[in-house]
């Protein structure tokens, strides 16, 4: 089984910050990596695929990039609604989450 | 708009079962394969089980953690999924989401999107 590390696992930033999360996959998956984000009592909402293909209506302050084994998700720009919790996948071999980041108000 | 809304959850004793059901519309439902998520309180996101279309003979996956005692279907004529769980335990306690694969190419290998509202299931006695 393919395990996913995800870090850190809560970060605490202001508007306006640029904030990175890394993800790291047990193997190699290509670029088979999606994040998403997730406010509480919600379900998770689709950002990025293939590692850094945007989804539709997401907007452009979301960026991803990697390859192999090591991803991270930048948002640039910290907007109020982007205080949530995000969590990568890797699609490659089945599905498997990483333990989310809660992105938190400083 | 593309709509997953799921039922069936509840307050279930160990060892009973419960079935999951999840509705679909807004989409070519037979095309895409269907999976269902779960999230314990507090915790991370864990796949447990998919199932693919027709036209990819509806192969199905499970996760470790409940191969043997779940079971995904779909019936494309109702635009319904399901989950079969048996013999269900404590630590199967979680919101249950429905999702779609992303889209219908490939057969499996996507992300998912979009996702239902998500069921509780409550296992204790």
């Known amino acids: 089984d393919i395990q996913m590390t995800q870090y850190p696992s809560t970060l605490s930033a202001s508007v306006g910050d640029t904030v990175t999360i890394t993800c790291r996959a047990s193997?190699?998956?290509?670029?088979?990596l999606a994040w998403y984000q997730q406010k509480p009592g919600k379900a998770p909402k689709l950002l990025i695929y293939?590692?850094?293909t945007l989804e539709n209506g997401v907007p452009s302050r979301f960026s991803g990039s990697g390859s192999g084994t090591e991803f991270t998700l930048t948002i640039s720009s910290l907007q109020p609604d982007d205080f949530a919790t995000y969590s990568c996948?890797?699609?490659?071999?089945?599905?498997?989450f990483g333990q989310g980041t809660k992105v938190e108000i400083k | 708009e593309v709509q997953l809304v799921e039922s069936g959850g509840g307050l279930v004793q160990p060892g009973r079962s419960l079935r999951l059901s999840c509705t679909a519309s807004?989409?070519?439902?037979?095309?895409?394969?269907m999976s269902w998520v779960r999230q314990a309180p507090g915790k991370g996101l864990e796949w447990i089980s998919s199932?693919?279309?027709?036209?990819?003979?509806?192969?199905?996956d499970y996760a470790a953690s409940v191969r043997g005692r779940f079971t995904i279907s779909r019936d494309d004529s109702k635009r319904m999924a399901y989950l079969q769980m048996n013999s269900l335990r404590t630590e199967d306690t979680a919101v249950y989401f429905c999702?779609?694969?992303?889209?219908?190419?490939?057969?499996?290998?996507?992300?998912?999107?979009?996702w239902g509202q998500g069921t509780l299931v409550t296992v204790s006695s």
């Open positions: 199932i693919r279309s027709r036209a990819y003979s509806g192969a199905t």
């Open positions: 293939k590692a850094s």
């Open positions: 996948q890797q699609h490659h071999i089945l599905w498997t």
């Open positions: 999702t779609r694969s992303r889209s219908n190419w490939p057969p499996t290998g996507e992300p998912f999107a979009p």
């Open positions: 807004g989409f070519t439902f037979d095309t895409y394969a």
């Open positions: 193997q190699a998956i290509a670029t088979s």
